[in-house]
């Protein structure tokens, strides 16, 4: 046990341990940030640079502690990772983003080859 709360567990031969279907707890953990993100001018917002984004104005007034809000990010990125493995749609979905960006890459290179 830590002096904080926490616990460190000794798992000989286990080489990860993963977040599994963790979305409940992932609303309870950051309520905030979600009643934030509830609050955006775009109900589309990404929190990077939209106008009327709560969040943003949130960490600019020192409100919310951006680290705190990174953590939340992750948490969100593990979540769709793990979800993406699990359904076959998501994974042809993610495969075509990435061969799509693979071509824009290879046509951006032979542009700059090319002078253009």
């Given at each position: 046990?830590?002096?904080?709360?926490?616990v460190?567990?000794?798992?000989?031969?286990?080489?990860?341990?993963?977040?599994?279907?963790a979305?409940?707890?992932l609303h309870?953990?950051?309520?905030?940030i979600?009643?934030?993100?509830?609050?955006?001018?775009?109900?589309d917002c990404?929190?990077?640079?939209e106008?009327?984004?709560?969040?943003?104005?949130?960490?600019?007034e020192g409100k919310?502690p951006?680290?705190r809000?990174?953590?939340?990010r992750k948490?969100?990125?593990?979540?769709?990772a793990i979800?993406?493995?699990?359904?076959?749609?998501?994974?042809?979905?993610?495969?075509?983003?990435w061969?799509k960006?693979?071509?824009?890459?290879?046509e951006?290179?032979n542009r700059?080859?090319r002078g253009?």
């Amino acid at each position: 046990m830590l002096e904080k709360g926490g616990v460190i567990i000794d798992n000989p031969g286990m080489r990860e341990l993963q977040l599994w279907d963790a979305s409940d707890g992932l609303h309870n953990t950051f309520l905030d940030i979600e009643e934030l993100a509830a609050k955006c001018k775009f109900s589309d917002c990404q929190h990077e640079t939209e106008p009327g984004c709560m969040i943003r104005k949130a960490i600019a007034e020192g409100k919310l502690p951006v680290v705190r809000f990174e953590s939340y990010r992750k948490l969100q990125r593990e979540l769709l990772a793990i979800e993406r493995k699990k359904n076959p749609d998501l994974q042809r979905a993610e495969k075509k983003k990435w061969k799509k960006i693979g071509i824009m890459a290879k046509e951006i290179q032979n542009r700059k080859e090319r002078g253009m």
